[in-house]
């Protein structure tokens, strides 16, 4: 049975006034101005990672309410910042079933209000104990993978600042991105460091946002008024909970998975991908997802950066929208802004970054590697 | 558990008795393939294998300190440096004592 994305939404990224329900309204309100009938959604799913911003769990009835959706089944989903992605994994996996028509997957999170120090406490929640009374933050963790890297393949900060720079390129073109406009390296490289040697400008920024995404079967996308893209796969993975227990940790073995299964279940080998939304939260995690997606060769996956093939331009555009280091990076909301953006340039209407492709695939991840989603979505 | 031994003075992981794989802390399971695993105590020098200069905390821990990842025989541990920087390939070995408020590990270079 088919499923369908039959359109989406997105607020504006970055750091905002409004709450969490008025930016879950601002992404909402897209959606239904795109023409599509939102009351067929049987159903709501909720990414959000953690109520310590906004004091606030019971996200599933609190968006069933502010869009209107009482009374229907709703409730929150999270792997930390895979919540996104694991809202429409469920929306996926509920129509799927058949056990409703449409559902409506929802990513939302308010940051901005809390201090660096809360939101960086409340993102080691996302790791083991024994790392959090350590006091190896999240930033540490994704730094000592970067040093290991580096140490293992020669690539240097500069390559890792190579991904900041591309992604800031890419969201100069995006209205709705945190960051418009362009670094150099130099800016990268003379940023001051935040867990060496990871520095501000290779890391995700702390923003506020929320996206949307509608989820229907075949049946239903076929009577809706707006393009639809349909999900060829949905795969999640899991790995250890402290990086410090993989036997090496530069290998994202859940994103592997996760890809792997996703690949088989499309019948797609990597080349069959035209546009990739992955989860840059830390420029060396991008590298990465090139390795763990079959782009590269593992260890190589910073030259393709220097290569240019990851640009818009290049041969596999990765992260048209800047990714979560420039379009911004609101945790529960990212699964979904990277399936925004996928919905986007599958139906040419990524204006001023269209890259014309068929087939795209989302990576998005939570703890450090440790739960993976990946959806490949084709245009239909 | 893990606090318990750190009270004794003692690091301990876990052991699997099917696949032979090293973790920690120690839990009945393996973590890596669901097999018995069984409790080991922790060799006391190690070396490391990454490590970061960390400047923005959780408010706990004040800045800037060291972390690592550094082996012990088998087990892999992130933990605190306390007391210097540290490379990738120096060998530490693990203490027990004061950490930020709690009784807790740390790695010290050798």
């Avoid at chain 1, 990524?350 to 450090?368: D, F, H, L, P, S």
Wanted: proline share 4%; glycine share 10%; charged share 20%.
């Amino acid at each position: 049975m088919g499923v369908f994305i039959i359109g989406v939404g997105m607020s504006r990224i970055g750091r905002r006034e409004e709450d969490g329900r008025q930016l879950l309204l601002e992404a909402y309100r897209e959606l239904v101005e795109m023409g599509v009938d939102t009351a067929v959604a049987e159903a709501i799913y909720v990414g959000v990672q953690s109520e310590v911003y906004e004091h606030q769990i019971m996200y599933g009835t609190l968006a069933a309410e502010a869009l209107g959706l009482l009374p229907r089944e709703a409730y929150r989903v999270e792997a930390c910042a895979a919540a996104g992605a694991l809202a429409l994994r469920s929306a996926y996996m509920a129509v799927k079933s058949g056990e409703v028509k449409a559902a409506l997957a929802v990513g939302v999170e308010k940051m901005t209000a809390a201090t660096t120090e809360v939101v960086t406490d409340a993102l080691m929640a996302a790791s083991h104990y024994i790392d959090q009374r350590s006091g190896v933050t999240i930033p540490a963790h994704y730094a000592m993978v970067a040093r290991r890297y580096m140490y293992l393949y020669g690539a240097s900060e500069e390559d890792l600042c190579m991904v900041a720079v591309k992604n800031h390129r890419h969201a100069a073109r995006n209205p709705k991105a945190h960051f418009q406009r362009a670094i150099t390296p130099e800016e990268c490289l003379a940023s001051r460091p935040i867990a060496t040697p990871i520095k501000l400008y290779d890391a995700a920024p702390i923003s506020d946002g929320a996206a949307v995404a509608l989820v229907a079967s075949e049946e239903v996308a076929k009577k809706a008024p707006t393009p639809a893209v349909e999900v060829i796969a949905s795969a999640v993975a899991t790995d250890t909970l402290s990086a410090s227990q993989r036997p090496d940790i530069t290998y994202p073995k859940a994103v592997v998975e996760a890809a792997t299964k996703a690949y088989n279940r499309a019948g797609l080998t990597p080349k069959a991908v035209e546009v990739a939304e992955v989860h840059d939260a830390f420029t060396i995690n991008e590298v990465l997802m090139y390795e763990a997606l079959g782009f590269a060769k593992r260890g190589e996956g910073y030259k393709l950066v220097r290569e240019g093939a990851t640009s818009l331009e290049g041969s596999i555009p990765v992260n048209p929208s800047g990714g979560l280091k420039a379009r911004g990076h609101p945790i529960g909301a990212t699964g979904l802004a990277q399936i925004y953006e996928i919905y986007l340039q599958l139906t040419g209407r990524a204006y001023g970054r269209n890259t014309g492709a068929r087939v795209g695939i989302a990576v998005n991840e939570g703890g450090v590697n440790s739960a993976a989603v990946v959806h490949i979505l084709r245009a239909v | 558990m893990t606090l318990k031994y750190v009270a004794e003075g003692r690091l301990v992981g876990g052991r699997c008795v099917k696949c032979g794989g090293a973790f920690f802390p120690h839990s009945p399971v393996c973590i890596y393939c669901g097999g018995e695993a069984k409790a080991e105590d922790v060799p006391r020098r190690g070396v490391v294998l990454s490590y970061s200069v960390v400047h923005v905390s959780n408010g706990r821990f004040t800045t800037p300190y060291t972390v690592a990842i550094a082996k012990f025989g088998d087990f892999q541990l992130p933990g605190y440096v306390k007391e210097g920087s540290v490379n990738i390939g120096d060998e530490v070995v693990w203490e027990i004592g004061e950490l930020e408020g709690g009784r807790w590990y740390y790695f010290k270079k050798l």
